[in-house]
């Protein structure tokens, strides 16, 4: 459906998110030439992760409000500006009351789940004493002062903290892989370190050697040009290269006939671009980096054919994109094995912030040897004067018996022995 697809595309597109499921114009193809095409089911077609650490209340919240008609009917009649300034939002005191218990119940879940991180990162970090109300304000997707009742002020601040969040996501996500490479050279380096001359000499001829076998592979085309979609039209789609057709191939590969590429959608398309580059079974082929290819790859389509910027590229951008000098002529594409990362003060930078991190580490961790040592010396101590204890109660009974005095029970009780 048209609205699932967006929101959890593009979450300012909540809105077409909840919009309605539209029917896909049908395909003019010759059959016969198509292979392996199979129809789309009709079944309902699981959306993917956002990404978020709210990803699976949004999800709820807009299976809920796909259920009012009366939201539905609005949504349809909305722009994206109307969405994002929160003015759609009011209409949530218009759903019905099945809907509004339904969403309460929501939050409510989502607060306790909330709650439950706090608790837990806050008995790691062994903190007390600290206001869990007050905590709940670094959340900004619900209002933490109402915790029980979902109302149009959580559905507008859901709207524009998933639009911030996924706005930032691919950001995110090549700061995280700039970092998984500089841990991946700084652990090599460190394991260098580590070896006699002889044996760092064979890793590093034997590094440059798998760099260069990695480098090694056939021409990519450049993502969205002429060449790459014609690539895939004959290779997956099974069709004749000379009978490519743009629109056709747009609706080949709009899989949930929504009208839409979306990013998923997109990056499918740059499977076989990227099987030239990386295959799994290669000791050089990284697939961290294959991923973060397939990213740069679907941004650099997306910044050149989704000129509306929703992060959804319909059959009109899609066609004046083909019209473009770029699509016949690009440029080459330079992959990852032909970028530079970072720099070397980059890596000390995060080398040092790493030191600092271990540090810390190694300190709590003296901590908690500490910790236990004197908790071992407290038991070990209360385990001694058990003993005496039992020493002193076995003393006094030994006397007891001397003196003619019967035992005493575990209770102090008198013990007398039956005669025969």
């Known amino acids: 459906m048209r609205w699932r697809t967006v929101l959890l595309q593009y979450c300012f597109l909540l809105i077409t998110c909840l919009l309605t499921a539209l029917e896909a114009v049908p395909i003019d193809i010759d059959k016969t030439k198509v292979q392996n095409i199979h129809p789309v089911e009709s079944a309902k077609i699981e959306p993917p992760d956002t990404g978020l650490y709210y990803d699976e209340y949004l999800k709820q919240v807009i299976d809920v409000l796909e259920t009012d008609k009366h939201f539905r009917e609005k949504l349809q009649k909305a722009d994206i500006e109307e969405i994002k300034s929160g003015r759609l939002s009011k209409e949530l005191d218009l759903v019905s009351h099945h809907v509004r218990t339904k969403l309460d119940e929501l939050k409510r879940q989502e607060v306790g789940r909330l709650r439950m991180l706090i608790k837990a990162k806050l008995d790691s970090l062994q903190d007390i004493g600290m206001d869990h109300q007050a905590l709940l304000k670094q959340f900004d997707h619900l209002n933490h002062l109402n915790p029980d009742k979902f109302e149009s002020t959580d559905l507008d601040m859901l709207i524009k903290a998933a639009t911030s969040d996924l706005e930032h996501y691919d950001k995110t996500r090549h700061e995280e892989f700039k970092k998984y490479e500089m841990m991946k050279e700084h652990e090599r380096r460190e394991y260098l370190k580590t070896l006699n001359e002889e044996k760092r000499k064979e890793e590093e001829s034997k590094f440059e050697e798998m760099k260069k076998k990695h480098e090694n592979h056939p021409k990519v085309n450049h993502p969205g040009s002429k060449d790459q979609l014609k690539e895939v039209w004959e290779e997956t789609d099974g069709l004749d290269p000379n009978d490519f057709d743009p629109k056709t191939f747009f609706k080949l590969h709009d899989v949930n006939s929504d009208g839409f590429l ?26 961290v980096e294959m991923e973060e290819e397939r990213l740069r790859m679907r941004e650099h389509v997306m910044n050149e054919v989704d000129t509306n910027k929703d992060r959804l590229v319909t059959l009109e951008e899609f066609l004046k994109a083909t019209e473009k000098k770029e699509f016949l002529e690009p440029d080459s594409w330079e992959t990852l094995d032909q970028q530079q990362f970072f720099t070397e003060e980059e890596l000390k930078e995060y080398e040092n912030i790493i030191a600092l991190q271990e540090n810390e580490l190694k300190k709590k961790a003296d901590e908690l040897q500490k910790q236990k040592e004197e908790l071992q010396r407290q038991h070990d101590q209360l385990e001694a004067q058990k003993l005496e204890y039992h020493q002193v109660i076995q003393q006094m009974e030994q006397k007891k018996l001397q003196q003619g005095i019967p035992p005493s029970g575990p209770a102090g009780e008198l013990k007398f022995e039956p005669r025969m």
Not at 264 to 286: G, H, I, M
């Open 262 to 287: 979306d990013e998923q959608e997109l990056e499918a398309l740059f499977t076989k671009e990227l099987e030239k580059v990386y295959d799994p079974k290669n000791e050089e082929d990284d697939m």
